[in-house]
């Protein structure tokens, strides 16, 4: 399958979603939205698929948000303007959902509609060169879908001074602001983000499917109901998935277990 906006590539288990109007600054158009929509259907339903990578073309933007012939559309008709960032917030909400890791590898500048994809991943690796914020404040606007998600993952301190500043972090400082697990040169970005996933999908994927599951679902949960989920979710992975006991079984009899086996 084809897409207007963007490149979809698959190898190693690992899909890669290139966002590829660098002319444009990779900005959110309608066309953007529809091509995400349907490679996110598309790989949710991929069981070959193990991580995916959503990235930005050149040297100078992951994404900055709404395109500016979309946003004169939005200004001029608010019911427009709230389908749009509605079906935004639907698209994180999709990326959120997938049941594998997914990772920003963030290129260049990234704001507004491009921090918000960011944040809807489980993990973002920054390169240094990059900029990477949120800053709709700086232009009066209120944020459509980043509150909630970056007070979750930073606190309510940092999210505070990040939304309302509506600054840049570069590099490390988005690494110890806890929006980024890791920053890297920008020539090594898609290196590090590549060699980063593989350390994480030699494992079976229902595996890392179930442990996000317990991740996502139990953040809203009290202490005792999130330990009722995990412990349920353990029984049912254990009594419907065979990784556990081949694992166990490949451990006792000093040997690798079938899924780190080369066929």
């Known amino acids: 399958m084809t897409y207007a906006s ?5 190898a190693d288990g690992i ?4 966002f590829a109007t660098p002319e444009r600054l990779n900005a959110i158009s309608a066309q953007r939205l529809d091509d995400l929509e349907a490679v996110l259907g598309e790989a949710d339903g991929d069981d070959s698929l193990r991580a995916l990578i959503l990235t930005g073309e050149g040297d100078r933007a992951f994404c900055v948000g709404l395109d500016l012939d979309l946003l004169d559309l939005a200004f001029a008709d608010l019911d427009y303007f709230m389908a749009t960032v509605t079906r935004v917030s639907r698209v994180i ?13 963030i290129n260049g500048v990234t704001r507004a509609g491009g921090f918000e994809f960011a944040l809807g991943c489980d993990f ?12 709709h404040t700086d232009s009066g606007v209120l944020p459509a879908a980043v509150t909630t998600r970056l007070k979750r993952k930073i606190g309510d301190q940092k999210a505070k001074a990040l939304i309302w500043s509506a ?3 570069r590099g490390q ?17 898609m290196v590090q983000s590549k060699a980063f996933l593989m350390t994480l999908i030699d494992k079976p994927r229902a595996v ?44 006792r009899e000093k040997r690798l277990p079938s899924w780190k086996v080369a066929p």
């Open 6 to 10: 963007l490149r979809y590539e698959k």
């Open 208 to 251: 890392l499917s179930a442990s996000k599951s317990v991740l996502q679902q139990g953040a809203d949960l009290t202490l005792d109901d999130a330990v009722k989920l995990e412990l349920s979710t353990f029984e049912r992975y254990m009594r419907d998935e065979p990784y556990g006991r081949e694992g166990y079984t490949a451990f």
């Open 167 to 169: 600054r840049y972090l």
């Open 93 to 105: 909400a999709r990326l959120e959902q997938l049941p594998i890791p997914t990772l920003a590898a």
């Open 173 to 189: 400082e988005a690494v110890d602001y806890g929006l980024a697990i890791r920053a890297v040169p920008r020539a090594e970005l």
């Open 15 to 18: 899909g890669v979603i290139t």
């Open 124 to 135: 973002v690796i920054v390169a240094n060169e990059a900029d990477f914020g949120d800053a």
